[in-house]
Structures are given as C-alpha cells and as structure tokens.
C-alpha cells in the first residue's frame, strides 16, 4: 500500500522556521519526483518544491525561492521542507506528493498525495 505521511507543521511566528517531513512507503518514493504543495484557506492547491529521484534538479515556487529547500533521504524514504523566514502568507496546509517524471510544478504529474499538515504562521 502506498502511504505519504506529512508531520511537522505547527503554529509559528512570522521569521520563524520550520522543518516539513513525509514518511512514504511502498513504491511512492521509488518515483520519479517528489513535491510539496499548499493550499491556503479559500485558494486553489499551489505548488511549493519538488525534487527529482537522483536529488540533482530541485526546483521552487518564485514566493519561496530562497527561503525554503526541499530534500530528500532515500535511505530513509523521507521528503523533507525546511522552510526560513515564515510569512503569514505562508499559511496553508502543505501536502506531499510523489509522481513520475513530468513537469514538477504540475498535480497532474503526481499520482500520490499525502493528507497534509497545517502551518500557520502569524503575523
């Protein structure tokens, strides 16, 4: 059974950081990509990162360039965000989502998808 499991959000204050993890098991992180994307109250899904299988090609939403770095540890099937200086605009709930290869800003990429985790970040 293929499972993503998101942990790490929380309620922080604006510059605050935090460190996004997903546990995935199964095939999902043998894919292709994995990604995070957020979905804030009253707008649609958006993407955030995404970080290819071989870890060599990273790319980001231009709101969080230079704030947030996606990793990954195959060994340990894990997906991590770690995202600095918070905005409020930040808030959401993030999720993760594992795909083949495809244009990694796109959710028609990803097949698989976590139940997401809150952040919330205030002001």
């Known amino acids: 059974q293929v499972q993503l499991v998101e942990s790490g959000g929380g309620l922080v204050q604006a510059g605050d950081s935090l460190r996004l993890s997903c546990v995935a098991s199964?095939?999902?992180?043998?894919?292709?990509?994995m990604g995070w994307f957020r979905k804030a109250p009253g707008k649609e899904r958006d993407f955030v990162a995404a970080?290819?299988?071989?870890?060599?090609?990273?790319a980001y939403a231009d709101s969080v360039k230079e704030r947030f770095t996606i990793s990954r540890d195959n060994a340990k099937n894990t997906l991590y965000l770690r995202m600095n200086s918070l905005k409020p605009e930040d808030t959401a709930v993030y999720y993760c989502a594992s795909g083949v290869r495809g244009a990694p800003n796109l959710e028609v990429t990803y097949g698989y998808w976590g139940q997401g985790t809150q952040v919330t970040v205030s002001s």
């Open positions: 970080i290819n299988l071989s870890v060599t090609n990273a």
């Open positions: 199964g095939r999902a992180f043998t894919r292709d990509q």
